[in-house]
């Protein structure tokens, strides 16, 4: 094997974005605030989870959503802003989306680190595993991206049902993390012609 991707299932990280994306929806039950200071809670614990357990690590993504979430409670909490469900899912994707896009730029695309924890160090640095990660980091940034227009959409054309932005957000971030579980053997297939 050329080191794409050697593991098979521990695709963990599109899982624990889904999950914390979807606990948004707790907005309308409970209200933004309370909604964030669970997001906030819950991403942290999902964080330690992983930073503590034997060979685990804190995650780019994990920690920049630990920090969105609590940063966007905080201001909820001290500036007590009027923030419907659709501005707080804004903020939320807006942020998820600059994680992922500044993780691209500063050259650290952040699946090489899940990726790394599952492929044998001597395969990190070739072309085709740090190839396969940004692709698939951009796979997530468009997934995102799709999910702030969606927010914009739902913000400025309130005649729009919830429900459409709602479908939307699950179709990118479902076909995210299938291409996240797809393209790795595509490629891994590729190399073994």
Not at 97 to 125: D, G, M, N
Not at 168 to 185: H, M, R
Request: aromatic share 8%; net charge positive.
């Amino acid at each position: 094997m050329h080191g794409v991707t050697e593991a098979k299932g521990n695709h963990e990280h599109p899982a624990c974005v889904l999950a914390l994306h979807c606990l948004r929806g707790r907005d309308r039950l409970v209200g933004p605030t309370a909604g964030l200071i669970a997001g906030a809670a819950v991403s942290a614990a999902l964080t330690a989870r992983d930073w503590l357990r034997p060979g685990g690590s804190a995650k780019v993504l994990e920690v920049g959503t630990v920090i969105l979430f609590v940063a966007l409670a905080l201001y909820a909490v001290i500036a007590t802003p009027n923030w419907s469900i659709v501005g707080v899912r804004l903020c939320v994707d807006a942020g998820l989306l600059a994680i992922v896009v500044v993780s691209i730029v500063i050259r650290r695309p952040f699946t090489l680190q899940y990726a790394r924890e599952q492929v044998a160090k001597e395969h990190w640095e070739r072309p085709e595993f740090v190839r396969t990660n940004y692709v698939i980091t951009a796979a997530w940034a468009i997934a995102f991206g799709v999910l702030v227009l969606a927010d914009i959409v739902m913000l400025y054309v309130p005649d729009i049902p919830l429900r459409v932005g709602v479908i939307v957000s699950i179709l990118a971030l479902v076909g995210a993390y299938k291409f996240t579980v797809w393209y790795p053997e595509r490629v891994r297939s590729q190399l073994n012609r």
